[in-house]
């Protein structure tokens, strides 16, 4: 839906009723595609009105959204909303939205991605308007880190939370940790400082997902204890397109306890091999690692890449040798290198051709 021309912006009242309307997307009973309405005796507070009916999860982007609109006529229409996607409006007063979201007590996904939010400031009180929601999407919109923090200490309930392309090179720690988040996106900013990151494990100490490809994360300086401390849940790590450049770093991936998932593609140490050769190493460098960038490591082609890996560091210097060729060499021995097998066919044979009584090579 494009927005239409208006300088003072349009409310949420005013969107809904006009996308929601019998004439522009009529109730359909029974199943199959259509909106269905809860019914009266569903929710409290979710009457059946016939001029509009409002699906559970309202997507409402690009609509040209600055104001709430008349709270109790939100209250009326979205009592069973549990979804609202309300990116690319023009939202930029927390005031204004907390007036959205305190009318519909259900919501438990809330976007509001490349809305002007930048240099807004959250008051407490309007923060508590947010206490319902699981999941939320905050990309594109340059509000402070400061107001993140306020928010994840208001929402005791947040899952997911998803911060990208919003210029983070630093994040400031917080006494009050978000005991309840599991997944943490945040691509796409700039950050390039192992202290930063380790921030989140202070701040979400359930963390099971952290997102942040697209950054410039260069290195991973802690020892195993910090590490281990920090990240005691984190089971699945997306580092694509970061600034690694040393085996050592990968190698303190096994630092984390539990950590089951890796995406390592397009950083600088990996450059130089090939897509077989890149895999083998990784596989070999994490032996608790299921999947590596987004494939399943399967046992044979785990035993295949460690092998591959003794075999790649049989000529290093021994102060050169990896940590973990030691290891591989205790499970498998000192391999030989793989004798060179050409099974190509032939193509030159010496032919014997008689004619009559003479011979010819």
Known sequence: MEPPEDREGRSFVEVINEKYSPENFPYRRGPGMGVVVVPTAGLQGSPMKDRLNLPSVLVLNNCGISKAGDQAEIAAFCAHVMELDLSHNNLQDWHEISKITSSIPNLEFLNLSSNPLAGTSLEPQCAE???????????????????????????????????????????????????????????????????????????????????????????????????????????????????????????????????????????????????????????????????????????????????????HYLDCPEKELPYRYHSLVTKYGKLEPLAEIDLRPRCRAQVKVHYEEKVEQ
């Not at 260069?218 to 690694?244: C, G, H």
């Not at 089951?260 to 950083?267: D, M």
């Not at 895999?279 to 960038?293: F, G, K, T």
């Open 129 to 311: 308007a947010f206490s319902r929601v699981r999941r939320l999407v905050l990309n594109n919109t340059q509000i402070s880190w400061d107001t993140v923090m306020l928010l994840t200490q208001k929402i005791p309930v947040l899952e997911e939370l998803f911060l990208c392309l919003n210029e983070y090179s630093s994040v400031s720690s917080s006494s009050v940790a978000c005991p309840t988040l599991r997944l943490l996106h945040i691509t796409d900013n700039s950050l390039h400082d192992w202290a930063e990151v380790c921030k989140f494990g202070s701040m979400f100490p359930s963390l099971d997902t952290l997102i942040m490809a697209n950054n410039n994360l260069a290195s991973i300086q802690d020892n195993k204890d910090i590490v281990a401390r920090l990240f005691p849940n984190l089971r699945s790590i997306n580092l694509n397109n970061s600034d690694l450049n040393r085996w050592e770093d990968i190698e303190k991936l096994n630092f984390f306890p539990k950590l089951k998932e890796v995406r390592l593609q397009g950083i600088p140490l990996l450059q130089a091999y090939t897509n077989a050769e890149r895999r083998n190493l990784m596989i070999a460098q994490l032996p608790s690692v299921s999947h590596l960038n987004g494939s399943v490591v399967t046992d044979s082609e785990r035993e295949d890449a460690e092998r591959f890996f003794i075999r």
